[in-house]
DNA sequence: TATTGTTATACTCTATAACTATA
DNA sequence: TATAGTTATAGAGTATAACAATA
């Protein structure tokens, strides 16, 4: 085993070692994560969207038509909060919500003008603010960070 | 304007078009982080440990004598919160606390003997775990991923 | 006067159970 | 009887303000 190099145990430290949390895939997961979304959070406030609302609106604006119960299981949410988040939405004036004729239990979720003008918007601000979060990175190795994210996931 | 292929709108959809999305880097990285955690709580609830618990543990494990200002600003976290995250560790005796000699308001944390047992276990575990939740990835590749990732927050 | 760490507390997210209306 | 969606609510996680002890 090897030495570790220290001072004497519970010295005060000026430098942390977090060497081994960042051999973890989840851990820089995790920090990347964090990093995008503060940027996220602060581009989108203005235009009054957290980003799982966005998510959702995107979704809604290019797949006119879906319900909520699709939309759970595309963007893993539990059915009782995207209620909320659709509420929010619908308060915004964003929503059209249309009883599907062959099942009226369901709900044909689409975007209103208003909705779809915002989410132009934003798709466009989410872009702008992603490729700056990702500043560092050339095109390919953003490319190829994105692959190696899907094959986890997927 | 190119036209978008559609049934009439708001008809009943079977497949949900996410492609938008998946072009965003956090998007991405938010998807990755959830399948990995999900993985992580299911195999660490034996152990009794959070994931927060446990890179707290590991950084104390190997940075002895941090403070609780130092794992914040490690760890991302507010010193309210990392309170509360002491408090649970230190009701299990993983922790021994001491006041800093050259500085009495500071604590220097260092792991009990049975503090640093479970670390030795848990790290092992989230080796493993790790490695299975990126097995779709070729080692070669987990490496790439990693060192996009820390490009991002680092 | 500033800093370390704690307490109290509020807000958001996430999770579960129970309800309604349709099927 | 089962499913789509809602309501109510409980529990984490995260945020801010105010405080005690020390510098």
Do not use: W
Not at 67 to 90: F, Y
Not at 123 to 145: F, N, P
Request: with cysteine.
């Amino acid at each position: 085993m090897k030495s570790r190099t220290h001072a004497t145990d519970e010295s005060p430290r000026t430098e942390i070692d977090s060497s081994f949390l960042k051999t973890l895939v989840g851990y820089n997961t995790r920090r990347a994560t964090l990093r995008i979304m503060d940027v996220f959070t602060e581009r989108m406030d203005a235009l009054g969207l957290t980003q799982v609302e966005f998510s959702a609106l995107s979704i809604i604006g290019r797949n006119p038509g879906v319900t909520p119960s699709q939309l759970c299981a595309e963007l893993g949410l539990l059915a009782p909060n995207l209620t909320k988040i659709l509420l929010r939405l619908d308060r915004q004036e964003l929503l059209n919500r249309k009883a599907l004729p062959t099942d009226r239990r369901a709900v044909a979720l689409s975007l209103s003008a208003v909705g779809t003008k915002l989410l132009r918007e934003a798709e466009s601000r989410a872009v702008e603010l992603e490729l700056e979060a990702s500043s560092a990175l050339t095109s390919k190795q953003r490319e190829t960070l994105i692959s190696l994210l899907q094959k986890i996931y997927s």
